[in-house]
């Protein structure tokens, strides 16, 4: 009896000091499955007949609910029936065409750094549905050609140079251009506001590898410029407009 007694004992012992860390497990893999759908994305689609459509998702989750907007080349509507469910969201836009009530259901789910999926239109003559996906809107959009100068330090002259940035599809992409030539840029990333870059370049038998980090504002790129060739290192501001 005493042996059954303490068995009891023990398993309520460590059930007790398990609960912690089964509560704490439970929120973790809930927020793995609920990843914050919230902010303002690009939505594109191929459309019911192959014609391309744009529009700007706007969301704001709460509880697993969604409120938001869908803005496009019919103007702005609220969307309806928002919600997530297993990392799935669904929502709803209905418009009245007429003496036509026609709703475009939508579903989708993250995709890396891209929402993917399906949409229905019914109450026309007959369904319609096509694929769409959308990225996150930056803060500030970086597509544009930007322009610096540069001192050389051979002597001392000016130099311009320039990054042609596009951001499309939650990737940022570019070309590096000088009077002597132009280099695709590598391992290019935007995270807020934060802009990074790499330049890699042969001179003669040297390689020459430079990374660019700045902060994007409503006037340009302030950051820094980091070349390095061989083991020497150097670093120089770095102020873009364009």
Known sequence: MRATQLAIIMRLKTAISLAPR???????TQGMAYADMSGKWIWTSAGFSGRSLDATLT??????????SFEGGMGKSEI???????GTLYFKIVREFGNRVVTSSFSGKLDGKLLKGTMEMTGLDEPRDAE????????IDPTGLWKWQSTS???????????KLTYADGE??????TSWGQSPISVASLEGKKVRFSLGRRFRDRVSATRYEGTLGESGITG???????????VVDWNATR
């Open 22 to 28: 089964l509560a704490a497990l439970a929120l973790l």
């Open 59 to 68: 969301l704001e989750e709460e509880g697993g609910k969604l409120n938001g």
């Open 80 to 86: 309806s029936d928002g919600r997530i469910e297993d």
């Open 132 to 139: 769409w996906q959308a990225y996150r809107a930056p803060e």
């Open 153 to 163: 330090r051979r002597d001392g002259s000016k130099r311009d140079s320039w990054v």
């Open 172 to 177: 940022l992409s570019g070309m590096y251009m």
């Open 224 to 234: 820094s410029i980091t070349s390095q060739r061989g083991d020497e290192e150097r």
